[in-house]
């Protein structure tokens, strides 16, 4: 089955901790997103990826940091940087960035929290 | 400022009821428009997008949504809903030539038995 995986789903994490989150995708696509998502705020993007071995800032990305060495892998660093980090983590995918639009296709989340 | 706005935090209809849920944007041309569900604890699934074409349109599970340029709004409805319903919905948009997809801050849908 093709699709996107993450993981770990739950991840707990002492203040001071750098975590890595995974997030692999099969569909062959080449652009890939990292989304935190808080209560009541929908979905914010972190990091984007268009194609291996670039990627670029979004809305959210202090604190955070993340690397594009192949198209199927795009984890996640939280650094100690990032304030409050306690938040579900959504990964995804689309066939590519382009000017004609595809939709973004979603792994299940991470769920970090500090302690 | 360019937002989308989902007016309605939670929403709570009886099992068999009819289902409206409300999404306005405020984008200088039309974007690319969209509907996903989240269940709790998990990903996000796409129930429907719109690019061109006909103003309504039809989704998976049963949903539907209608563009009306002239309200800037892409409105979701379900003439019956299920008690599988119940989950999150956002509503997303894709500015016109940009790549950003924007959300909405979610409806939490409740359904009664």
């Known amino acids: 089955d093709g699709g996107i995986t993450q993981s770990p789903k739950y991840l707990f994490r002492k203040e001071g901790q750098n975590v890595t989150l995974s997030c692999e995708q099969n569909l062959n696509h080449d652009a890939m997103y990292w989304y935190r998502q808080d209560p009541g705020q929908g979905l914010r993007l972190i990091y984007y990826s268009q194609i291996v071995n670039d990627f670029q800032k979004g809305d959210i990305a202090e604190g955070y940091s993340v690397s594009r060495e192949k198209k199927e892998s795009f984890p996640l660093t939280v650094t100690s940087a990032q304030k409050n980090p306690t938040a579900f983590y959504l990964c995804?995918?689309?066939?590519?960035?382009?000017?004609?639009?595809?939709?973004?296709?979603f792994g299940p989340g991470t769920r970090l929290t500090v302690l | 400022a360019q937002s989308v706005t989902q007016p309605d935090i939670h929403i709570t209809v009886s099992e068999g009821a009819s289902l409206e849920l409300r999404c306005n944007y405020s984008y200088g041309a039309t974007p690319y428009l969209f509907w996903y569900v989240q269940s709790p604890g998990q990903g996000l699934q796409l129930l429907l997008k719109y690019f061109s074409g006909d103003t309504l349109v039809q989704g998976i599970k049963g949903f539907e949504a209608e563009f009306k340029r002239s309200q800037s709004s892409f409105n979701l409805r379900k003439p019956s809903v299920h008690w599988s319903d119940a989950a999150e919905y956002f509503c997303?948009?894709?500015?016109?030539?940009?790549?950003?997809?924007?959300f909405g801050a979610g409806t939490r849908l409740t359904v009664k038995p």
């Open positions: 997303a948009v894709v500015p016109y030539n940009n790549n950003d997809m924007r």
């Open positions: 995804a995918s689309s066939i590519d960035p382009g000017p004609s639009y595809n939709e973004q296709f």
